[in-house]
């Protein structure tokens, strides 16, 4: 969800925060959770495992009509047991289906709303073994990725997240919500549906947004001194903790806490990007962002999963007429949102001027004050 969006439903007090959230699922209560736009763009009833029922479940199935999903760790689908659905996941957002799991014991046929809620128990009961599962059945596990909603901006990630910061196991039961017409619900479908039923709404974008000011995310471990075409710059290697992913800050001239500073964030292929001469081994963005930002009294060039090591960074600037680029097709997104922000007030920043490619969207502001934008 845009922030746009989520500015304009927050204004009618219509979204929870992060703690009434929280509170919801430790009272028992189902809530609505809503992911991105640019996403599955969609809103997903969850209630903490430790909660699930018989008529929860039938609620789900009843007014939810989509597909009934357990969210496990990763830990806990080990000491279950539970393979992946398939070997090579090739689905669009790499949801982590596993295996779909029974009750060995205790049930019929295993469909019912008694029958589903009987098996959550038992897959979430501290100590249960493999054995007391069989498979397939009419529950579908999904496994979050270590890290949660800092690694991947998912409804299974952050149904693990806010029953762990309930204090509950963290394991969540979640069902996609779909209108009567069999079509998806989207944002005025999922604040009738709120009203309807009086449940509380909640963002996996202020979760992530929660978790990044409460946690912290990066390690500073290297500086040194970089040169490059544009001249020498003043590089900072950041750790991330939740992936141990390498973001690297090329900082321009003084940072002043107070004054806006001109910020460029980009994914490079190579930290050689920044370096050479010949524009077929580089990226023109950032070429261009490092010729804006050396134009300035200050500014920083923030090079988002790296995937390499400062160590590789010296070796190549040393030996760069022989090295091969570092392949890297990631991109910043959602998730690395907090990553970014604790890295910009790391430096000493406060309030930015970005730069951004011509036609990209205003979607992050990464916690700072935006002053304004400048197009490249």
Same mark, same amino acid.
């Given at each position: 969800?845009?922030?746009?969006?989520?500015?304009?439903?927050?204004?009618?007090?219509?979204?929870? +925060?992060?703690?009434?959230?929280?509170?919801?699922?430790?009272?028992?209560?189902?809530?609505?959770?809503?992911?991105?736009?640019?996403?599955?763009?969609?809103?997903?009833?969850?209630?903490?495992?430790?909660?699930? +029922? =018989?008529? +929860?479940?039938?609620?789900?199935?009843?007014?939810?009509?989509? *597909?009934?999903?357990?969210?496990?760790?990763?830990?806990?689908?080990?000491?279950?047991?539970?393979?992946?659905?398939?070997?090579?996941?090739?689905?669009?957002y790499g949801t982590n289906f596993t295996q779909s799991i029974e009750a060995a014991k205790g049930i019929g046929t295993g469909i019912s709303a008694s029958d589903r809620a009987h098996t959550i128990k038992v897959a979430t009961d501290n100590n249960v073994t493999p054995e007391d599962l069989v498979q397939p059945g009419h529950i579908f596990p999904v496994r979050s990725v270590k890290g949660g909603v800092l690694s991947r901006a998912g409804h299974t990630e952050a149904g693990c997240d806010l029953t762990r910061m309930a204090g509950l196991n963290p394991a969540a039961v979640i069902?996609?919500?779909?209108?009567?017409?069999?079509?998806?619900?989207?944002?005025?479908?999922?604040?009738?549906?709120?009203?309807?039923?009086? *449940?509380?709404?909640?963002?996996?974008?202020? *979760?992530?947004?929660?978790?990044?000011?409460?946690?912290?995310?990066?390690?500073?471990?290297?500086?040194?001194?970089?040169?490059?075409?544009?001249?020498?710059?003043?590089?900072?290697?950041?750790?991330?903790?939740?992936?141990? =992913?390498?973001?690297?800050?090329?900082?321009?001239?003084?940072?002043?806490?107070?004054?806006?500073?001109?910020?460029?964030?980009?994914?490079?292929? +190579?930290?050689?990007?920044?370096?050479?001469?010949?524009?077929?081994?580089?990226?023109?963005?950032?070429?261009?962002?490092?010729?804006?930002?050396?134009?300035?009294?200050?500014?920083?060039?923030?090079?988002?999963?790296?995937?390499?090591?400062?160590?590789?960074?010296?070796?190549?600037?040393?030996?760069?007429?022989?090295?091969?680029?570092?392949?890297?097709?990631?991109?910043?997104?959602?998730?690395?949102?907090?990553?970014?922000?604790?890295?910009?007030?790391?430096?000493?920043? =406060?309030?930015?001027?970005?730069?951004?490619?011509?036609?990209?969207?205003?979607?992050?502001?990464?916690?700072?004050?935006?002053?304004?934008?400048?197009?490249?």
């Amino acid at each position: 969800m845009s922030n746009s969006s989520i500015a304009n439903i927050q204004k009618y007090g219509v979204i929870s +925060s992060v703690d009434d959230i929280i509170d919801e699922l430790k009272s028992g209560r189902m809530i609505i959770l809503i992911d991105e736009e640019d996403r599955e763009n969609e809103g997903d009833l969850l209630i903490a495992a430790d909660f699930v +029922s =018989s008529e +929860s479940i039938n609620f789900m199935i009843t007014h939810a009509r989509g *597909l009934v999903c357990l969210t496990l760790t990763e830990d806990h689908c080990q000491k279950l047991g539970l393979s992946m659905m398939t070997e090579n996941n090739s689905s669009r957002y790499g949801t982590n289906f596993t295996q779909s799991i029974e009750a060995a014991k205790g049930i019929g046929t295993g469909i019912s709303a008694s029958d589903r809620a009987h098996t959550i128990k038992v897959a979430t009961d501290n100590n249960v073994t493999p054995e007391d599962l069989v498979q397939p059945g009419h529950i579908f596990p999904v496994r979050s990725v270590k890290g949660g909603v800092l690694s991947r901006a998912g409804h299974t990630e952050a149904g693990c997240d806010l029953t762990r910061m309930a204090g509950l196991n963290p394991a969540a039961v979640i069902c996609e919500i779909i209108n009567k017409d069999g079509s998806m619900a989207r944002l005025p479908d999922l604040l009738e549906f709120s009203k309807e039923f009086n *449940l509380k709404i909640g963002t996996i974008s202020s *979760l992530i947004q929660y978790r990044s000011e409460k946690e912290t995310l990066i390690d500073m471990y290297s500086s040194f001194i970089i040169s490059t075409m544009y001249g020498d710059l003043k590089a900072f290697c950041y750790r991330d903790v939740i992936n141990s =992913s390498i973001h690297i800050a090329l900082v321009h001239g003084n940072i002043e806490l107070y004054k806006d500073t001109l910020v460029s964030i980009q994914t490079p292929s +190579s930290i050689l990007d920044v370096m050479r001469v010949d524009d077929n081994f580089g990226l023109l963005t950032i070429n261009k962002a490092l010729e804006r930002i050396v134009q300035s009294s200050s500014g920083v060039l923030l090079l988002i999963n790296s995937h390499i090591s400062c160590d590789d960074v010296l070796r190549s600037i040393n030996e760069f007429n022989k090295t091969k680029p570092f392949l890297d097709n990631s991109k910043y997104n959602l998730a690395t949102h907090g990553v970014i922000s604790q890295i910009l007030c790391n430096i000493g920043i =406060s309030s930015i001027r970005l730069i951004k490619e011509k036609n990209s969207p205003n979607k992050f502001d990464f916690g700072l004050s935006v002053s304004g934008y400048e197009f490249i």
